[in-house]
């Protein structure tokens, strides 16, 4: 089984997401960025990105140092927007404090852009947003995610939005999404010299493993990784269903998304056959992962942590 993991970016975060980390390897990371925050990971309910960000971060990474105790391991990794950060951390380009370190300032930079550059994004869905989403774009308008074949997300200042989501055709569905910021487009510029300072304190290492990034759909060329290709990601168009395409050409036949939400994990099963599809958003779905994992290997049920209800992830065939 060639396992992929996936990581979350923002807008995945819940109430309360982590507060099962306790006592768990997980713990050792909140409690890292505990240190940094000032406050709880678990108990951050703040929409800032300079705490979200971080907050969302640091949960994911959780989930994996309990995956990896349980012997569940990946041999490629991408993330979605901020999730990039935690796979560059999977993979060992980045230490978790360093990477902990480069999510604050970049969610204290996308702070900045959005008060000096206040937008929105809107999320078209079905068969032709795709298309519907390229004719609207223009005159302050980009297209900032392309999720899946029936999902692309417009984004740009607030005028400028409204009168692409009047041209669109009726047919097609549009989601305003809850942020206050136009991410993945030029309006972002005002956070780079933020995330910046932060990237060229640095020391990033040679990936272990394959990260394909989520602005290129490439992976990182010889697994190293430059501050220029962080920075030009957040100005860049999320090109999410190409890192898709590109892990499974590289042989995953396992998605596991890590972190809270299943938003990846829902897309990937919808628009994607011949591949497992899980989440690992929670310990109960780490240990069950666990579980499942062996016996799609065949190796047998053994090995599950006594007194633990280990229940199977979502999955797709």
């Excluded at 929409?47 to 971060?57: H, Y």
């Excluded at 890590?258 to 899980?278: C, D, I, S, Y």
Aim: aromatic share 4%; proline share 7%; glycine share 12%.
């Amino acid at each position: 089984m060639r396992v992929a993991f996936l990581f979350p970016g923002q807008g995945s975060q819940r109430p309360g997401m982590g507060a099962d980390l306790a006592g768990t390897p997980g713990q050792a990371v909140l409690k890292r960025a505990e240190a940094v925050l000032g406050l709880n990971p678990t108990e951050v309910t703040s929409t800032r990105p300079s705490l979200l960000q971080p907050a969302l971060f640091a949960v994911s990474l959780g989930y994996l140092e309990v995956l990896r105790s349980l012997g569940v391991d990946a041999v490629m990794v991408s993330g979605h927007s901020l999730g990039e950060y935690t796979a560059l951390v999977a993979a060992g380009a980045l230490s978790p404090e360093e990477g902990l370190e480069a999510v604050r300032a970049r969610g204290e930079g996308c702070e900045r852009a959005a008060e000096l550059n206040p937008g929105g994004m809107t999320a078209l869905l079905g068969p032709t947003a795709p298309l519907a989403a390229e004719a609207a774009a223009g005159q302050g308008v980009w297209v900032a995610n392309t999720n899946s074949p029936e999902e692309v997300v417009l984004a740009g200042r607030e005028e400028a939005l409204a009168r692409a989501e009047a041209s669109l055709p009726r047919e097609v569905r549009k989601v305003r999404l809850k942020v206050g910021a136009a991410y993945h487009t030029p309006l972002m510029e005002p956070a780079l010299p933020v995330l910046e300072k932060a990237l060229t304190r640095i020391r990033f290492s040679t990936a272990r493993l394959p990260v394909v990034s989520s602005a290129t759909a490439e992976t990182y060329e010889g697994g190293r990784v430059r501050p220029e290709d962080l920075l030009r990601q957040l100005v860049s168009p999320v090109r999410w269903w190409e890192a898709l395409q590109k892990l499974l050409k590289m042989g995953a036949s396992a998605l596991v998304e890590v972190g809270p939400g299943g938003v990846l994990a829902r897309m990937a099963k919808r628009f994607l056959t011949g591949v497992h599809v899980f989440t690992a958003g929670s310990l109960e779905e780490c240990l069950g992962l666990a579980r499942t994992l062996r016996e799609l290997e065949g190796k047998g049920p053994e090995g599950t942590p006594a007194g633990e209800a280990a229940q199977p992830g979502e999955e797709s065939a």
